[in-house]
């Protein structure tokens, strides 16, 4: 009856993390490039009061043995990289990738982080920044006389500028891909850092070998479904208050095994 009541208490930890990532998740719905969460558990380890296979005769074994296990934990929360769907912005420094890709974004500190949100904007002196003032990198520079901004499927970008009849070539927004978005560190501000489980960046140009198209006048939604979000809400609720019980359970046991003389 006493591990019963750890192993309740587990559960009612694991569900209490699982609540906390959906409602990051349900908090981010409206976030630009926004990547869902999802707890995953492990079962802890078990007891053996019979080792399976145990011998019952000199010609007979137990098939199962007697296992009881202690309770569950969080094994990890992993960060979900499905496509979020399209919004139409029409504004000509919004871009959403269209497949695989993060965007280059350099930080005060001078060290690289990466994101999928492309709501960017001009500083002072023209640079393409993030909202944060965050330049792309490599960094891409629009004429302050600029009257159009164009950028291509591959990331090209180009302005067209009075007195001249073709555009010009001002840049161009290049990506990076990893062998595991999961294992990114996301640190705010929709952003992410590389780790030793994401693996290296890898460069190259949107639109080519596996790396997603831009879309000029496009963001990508956050992907969370709140309907999906709500209905794990209410699961983990549920199996927060089973597991609740199964500690009210083993307190009436001990309490009656402790008033058997009475």
Not at 70 to 75: E, F, I, M, P, Y
Not at 152 to 179: C, E, K, L, Y
Not at 182 to 206: D, H, M, V
Not at 232 to 243: K, L, P
């Amino acid at each position: 009856m006493i591990r019963a009541l750890y192993t309740s208490a587990t559960g009612m930890n694991a569900q209490e993390t699982n609540i906390d990532v959906i409602a990051n998740n349900l908090a981010n719905v409206n976030t630009t490039g926004f990547k869902k969460g999802r707890a995953e558990f492990q079962d802890l380890m078990y007891q053996y009061t019979v080792e399976p296979g145990a011998p019952t005769s000199q010609s007979t074994q137990n098939p199962s043995g007697v296992q009881v296990g202690l309770g569950v934990r969080t094994a990890a929360v992993q960060k979900v990289f499905a496509q979020g769907d399209l919004t139409s912005t029409s504004n000509q420094l919004d871009v959403a990738v269209e497949g695989d890709g993060f965007f280059q974004i350099q930080k005060p500190d001078g060290t690289t982080a990466y994101t999928r949100t492309g709501s960017f904007q001009l500083d002072s002196a023209g640079n393409v920044v993030t909202a944060e003032g965050f330049p792309l990198t490599p960094g891409v520079t629009v004429p302050s006389d600029a009257l159009a901004i164009t950028i291509g499927q591959d990331g090209t970008v180009s302005v067209r500028q009075p007195g001249s009849p073709t555009p010009a070539n001002v840049g161009q927004i290049t990506g990076v891909r990893f062998a595991n978005n999961a294992g990114l560190r996301a640190i705010g501000k929709n952003l992410y850092e590389e780790t030793g489980s994401s693996g290296p960046p890898i460069g190259g140009t949107f639109g080519e070998n596996g790396f997603g198209t831009l879309s000029q006048g496009f963001l990508e939604s956050s992907n969370v479904s709140v309907v999906e979000q709500v209905v794990s809400m209410i699961t983990a609720q549920r199996a927060y208050e089973a597991n609740s019980k199964g500690i009210q359970t083993s307190d009436d046991m001990l309490s009656q095994a402790i008033n058997l003389k009475r």
